[in-house]
T-cell receptor
Framework: DAMVIQNPRYQVTQFGKPVTLSCSQT?????MYWYQQKSSQAPKLLFH???????NEADTPDNFQSRRPNTSFCFLDIRSPGLGDAAMYLC?????????????FGPGTRLTVT | SQQGEEDPQALSIQEGENATMNCSYK?????LQWYRQNSGRGLVHLIL?????REKHSGRLRVTLDTSKKSSSLLITASRAADTASYFC??????????FGEGTQLTVNP
């Protein structure tokens, strides 16, 4: 089945230790998104790729970076995680064939910072 | 700030009852979407309504959109315990971004 996969599902990192979260998709969608979601809150868009074009949200901290080496894969790098970065990180994809961007989400990676 | 605001924040009902959640937004939209999120999981797309549509149905779901009031409602009929989840509205204005509301936590008691 076509899907969005996130690895790992749970990640524990130390304060200040770089961490990378990964997302892959078999939907062949050209748009990929990264969201941060804290407990009982709405998902907050960090950035997204439209094909190779990177679109950063104005309020996304510089501590968060992303890479998209090809259509299928996208990575979220947190250079120096702080305690406030503990959250669920959600990857999503959508197709730009129409102007309607229905998003398909992965299961998320729960990040704990110790 | 978030485009969408939802109410109620939490809703608890008995199985078999209907559940209604509301979403308000601030600017003109291309479409409005509803998503469901089970605890600790990703979001699942439920239904989309375009700005030129007023009502849409999908199974037990009914969505309405009032662009003059900048509001939408999601009705789940004959609720089941398995409907327990958080429900988010999301608006698409232009481009490929969605802006999510704060969500409604629905609990359906058996």
């Amino acid at each position: 089945d076509a899907m969005v996969i996130q690895n790992p599902r749970y990640q524990v990192t130390q304060f200040g230790k770089p961490v990378t979260l990964s997302c892959s998709q078999t939907l062949n969608h050209n748009v990929m998104y990264w969201y941060q979601q804290k407990s009982s809150q709405a998902p907050k868009l960090l950035f997204h790729y439209y094909d190779k074009d990177f679109n950063n949200e104005a309020d996304t901290p510089d501590n968060f970076q992303s890479r998209r080496p090809n259509t299928s894969f996208c990575f979220l790098d947190i250079r120096s995680p702080g305690l406030g970065d503990a959250a669920m990180y959600l990857c999503a994809t959508s197709s730009a064939l129409t102007s309607v961007y229905e998003q398909y989400f992965g299961p998320g990676t729960r990040l704990t910072v110790t | 700030s978030q485009q969408g605001e939802e109410d109620p924040q939490a809703l608890s009902i008995q199985e078999g009852e209907n559940a209604t959640m509301n979403c308000s937004y601030k600017t003109s939209i291309n479409n409005l979407q509803w998503y469901r999120q089970n605890s600790g999981r990703g979001l699942v797309h439920l239904i989309l309504i375009r700005s030129n549509e007023r009502e849409k149905h999908s199974g037990r779901l009914r969505v309405t959109l009032d662009t003059s009031k900048k509001s939408s409602s999601l009705l789940i009929t004959a609720s089941r315990a398995a409907d327990t989840a958080s429900y988010f509205c999301a608006t698409q204005t232009s481009g490929s971004r969605l802006t999510f509301g704060e969500g409604t936590q629905l609990t359906v008691n058996p």
